[in-house]
C-alpha cells in the first residue's frame, strides 16, 4: 500500500471523489493554479480543469456562501479556508445559512458542502494562526465537525464528509500534515512514512462519520482526544506507563458516545484532552456527556487537559500547548484520586 | 495642495526608506542564518510608498496596518528596541512576547492595530477616526491592506461607512500586484482597486508607490484632507514585493521577465540617485546615515537578545482587564 502524509491522503480523496462525481467541484484562495498553501489540491485544476476546481479571490464570506447556493442546487463543492483562523467571516454563511437550509426547507434540499481548513498551533504561528476552534461549530446544530489525526482516516473521513448530505466543517491539524506530532517539540521531526496509519489506499473508501477509534485499548482510564493531541495522548500512556485506553473521536459532531460510554464504564475514568482553549471548549460537553451516561461508574471527577484560556501567545508556544507532560500528570492525578 | 517638492522632503523620504530597507536586509540575514526564528513578511520594494506617506503624519496619528507592516510601523516612527524584541518574543517587546511580529501595537507612536487577518483591520480604522471626530483631537488613522484585501467584504464595508460618515481616515491600498500566489488580476474585477471609491463616493487614486514625488503629493492630499474634515480617501499605490509573499517563500508563481522588468525599477537606488543628484546630500552623507541606521539596529538587536522572555506567570495577563 503507498505510504502518504496528510497532504497527500487529502489530495488523493479530493482526487477520488473529482474523478467518480462530476457534482464535485473545489475552490478556495490558491487552491487552483498553485496547489493551495499546504499543497494539499496540487495538480487537481490541472487533472479537472479550471471549472471545477478554481481560485477565489479573498472573500470567505463569499467563497462559503458561493458553496451554499452550490450545495442547495446540488452539487457537492469542497471548499478550502487557508488558516482556520480566517474562517470567522464565513460564520454567517455558515451558522446561519448552510446549517440551517434543511430544516427551513422542511427536509427538502440542504447544502451538502465540505468546507476543509487546517487549525491548531505548535508552529509558532502566533494568535492569528493557530486557532483551534471546532467547538464553536460543534456546538451549531446542523453542522457536522470532523478531525482526523492521521493519514488513513484524512482520506477516509473527508470521503465521508463529500459524500454527506450534511455540511461538514473538516478541521485539519496542519502540525501533523507531514508527520505525527506527539508534543515532544525538542525531539526530530518524524514523518509518516513507516506509520501504520500512513499506510492509504489509492482508491475509494470511506471512514464513517460519527465513530470513534480506540486507538490504544487499555482498562485503567479512558482519553478522549482528536487531532493532533491523540499523538501526545499515546506518548503520555508510553511514559505514564499508566494501562490508558486512548480513543480517537475523529468527529465530534455527530459523537459517538456508544463507544465512548462503553470504556468509561469498563475503566470507571476519564480525561479530556484538547488543544483548544478551555472554557466551552468541546471537553466541556463531552464531560458533561461522559457525567450524564456514566455517573455512577465513575471513580474519579473527570480531568480536562486543554490550552489556556489566553490567545495563544507566542512566547509560550509549548506552555500553551498541551504536552504529553501535563497529560501524564491528569492521568496520575485521576488513577490517584 | 501645492506645496513643492524639495530636495530636502526627497531627502526625508529616502532616510525613511532606506532605514526600512537596512532593517529589513538585516533581518532577511538573521532569518537565513537562523539567528532569528520568525514569521516574516518582507516589505522589499514598498519602502518608498510608506516612506512618502509618513513623511505627512504625526506621532499622534494612528495606523491600523497588517502582517507585512513593518514598513508602515518603521515609518510611522516606532522605536526600534520593543519592535526587535517583540520579533524575539521578549518581555520587552511591544506585545510583551505573547503577539509576536504579526501583532505589534505601540500605542505612543500610533500604531494602533497590526493584525494577520485580511481586511479585518478597515472597519477598525473607521472607529479610530470616528472617536477622534467626537474628540476633535485632530487626528487622522492611515489604515494599510494589499490588494488582495480590498476583495473581502470588509474592505467595501469600511468604504461606505467611512464616506457616509465623512471621517477622516485614509485607505492606502499597496497594490503589489499578488495575493499569496495570486496574481492581482486574477482575483479582481476592476483594473485599479481605486475605482471602487467611485461607488462609494470618495475620491479614489492611483498612483506610482514607487515615485516618492508622486506617491508624496498624493499622500498629502489624502492626509489634508482628512485632516480638513472633508472625509476619506482611497489611495492605490502601486508597487511591487521582491522577496514573495513570506520569508522563504520561493516565489515560483511570479514569471521571471515580470520579476525582472520590477527589479529593473527598484525604487530604493532610484530614489538615492535622485537625492544624490538634487544635491540634498553627498555619497558621504548618505553612507554617513547608513552607519548611525547600522548603529541603531545593532543597539536594537543587542537589546533583544538581552531581555528576558516573559515570565510563564504572564500567560494569561492582559486577557481580562482587572476584576473590579
Ligand atoms: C481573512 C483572511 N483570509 C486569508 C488570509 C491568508 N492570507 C494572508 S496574506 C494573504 C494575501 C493578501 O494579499 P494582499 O492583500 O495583496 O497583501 P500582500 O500580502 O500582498 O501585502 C492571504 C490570502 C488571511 N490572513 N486572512
Ligand atoms: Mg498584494
Known sequence: ?337 | MNKSFTPATLLEIYRKGRLINLIDERFRGLLRSGRLAAVYYSPRGQEILAAAMGVHLQQTDYLVTTYRGIHDQLAKGIPLRPLFAEYYAKATGACKGKGGPMHITHPETGVMVTTGIVGSGLPIANGLAWASQLKKDGRVTLVTFGDGASNIGAFHEALNMASLWKLPVIFLCQNNLYGESSKYAKCTAVDNVAERAAGYNMPGVTVNGNDPEAMWRASGEAVARARAGEGPTLLEAKTFRFMGHYFGDPGAYIPKEEYDAHLARDPMPIARAAVLSSGAATEAELAAYDDEVNAKIDDALQFAADSPFPDVSEIDIDVYGAAA
Not at chain 1, 156 to 183: C, H, M, Q, S, T
Not at chain 1, 184 to 200: I, M, S, Y
Open chain 1, 1 to 337: 500500500m503507498p505510504s502518504m502524509n496528510m497532504i497527500q491522503a487529502l489530495n488523493s480523496a479530493m482526487d477520488v471523489m473529482l474523478e467518480r462525481d462530476p457534482d464535485v467541484l473545489i475552490f478556495g484562495q490558491d487552491v487552483g493554479y498553485f496547489g493551495g498553501v499546504f499543497r494539499c489540491t496540487a495538480g487537481l485544476q490541472k487533472k479537472y480543469g479550471s471549472k471545477r476546481v478554481f481560485d477565489a479571490p479573498i472573500s470567505e464570506g463569499g467563497i462559503v456562501g458561493a458553496a451554499v447556493g452550490m450545495g442547495a442546487y446540488g452539487l457537492r463543492p469542497v471548499v478550502e479556508i487557508q488558516f482556520a483562523d480566517y474562517i470567522y467571516p464565513a460564520m454567517d454563511q455558515l451558522t446561519s445559512e448552510a446549517a440551517r437550509l434543511r430544516y427551513r426547507s422542511g427536509g427538502e434540499f440542504s447544502a451538502p458542502i465540505t468546507v476543509r481548513t487546517p487549525c491548531g498551533g505548535g508552529i509558532y504561528g502566533g494568535q492569528t494562526h493557530s486557532q483551534s476552534p471546532e467547538a464553536m461549530f460543534a456546538h451549531v446544530c446542523g453542522l457536522k465537525t470532523v478531525m482526523p489525526s492521521n493519514p488513513y482516516d484524512a482520506k477516509g473521513l473527508l470521503i465521508a464528509a463529500i459524500e454527506d448530505d450534511d455540511p461538514v466543517v473538516f478541521f485539519e491539524p496542519k502540525r501533523i500534515y507531514n508527520g505525527p506530532f506527539d508534543g515532544h517539540h525538542d525531539r526530530p521531526v518524524k514523518p509518516w512514512a513507516g506509520h501504520a496509519l500512513g499506510e492509504v489506499p489509492d482508491g475509494y473508501y470511506t471512514v464513517p462519520l460519527g465513530r470513534a477509534n480506540v486507538l490504544r485499548p487499555g482498562t485503567a482510564v479512558t482519553v478522549l482526544c482528536y487531532g493532533t493531541m491523540v499523538h501526545v495522548c499515546l506518548a503520555a500512556a508510553a511514559e505514564s506507563g499508566i494501562d490508558a485506553e486512548v480513543i480517537d473521536l475523529r468527529t465530534l459532531m455527530p459523537l459517538d458516545l456508544e463507544t465512548i460510554e462503553a470504556s468509561v464504564r469498563k475503566t470507571g475514568r476519564c480525561v479530556i484532552v484538547h488543544e483548544a482553549t478551555r472554557t466551552c471548549g468541546f471537553g466541556a460537553e463531552l464531560s458533561a456527556q461522559v457525567q450524564e451516561a456514566c455517573f455512577i461508574h465513575l471513580e474519579a471527577p473527570i480531568e480536562r487537559v486543554t490550552g489556556w484560556d489566553t490567545p495563544y501567545p507566542l512566547a509560550h508556544e509549548w506552555q500553551y500547548f498541551p504536552g504529553p507532560a501535563r497529560v501524564s500528570e491528569a492521568l496520575t492525578r485521576v488513577m490517584e484520586f
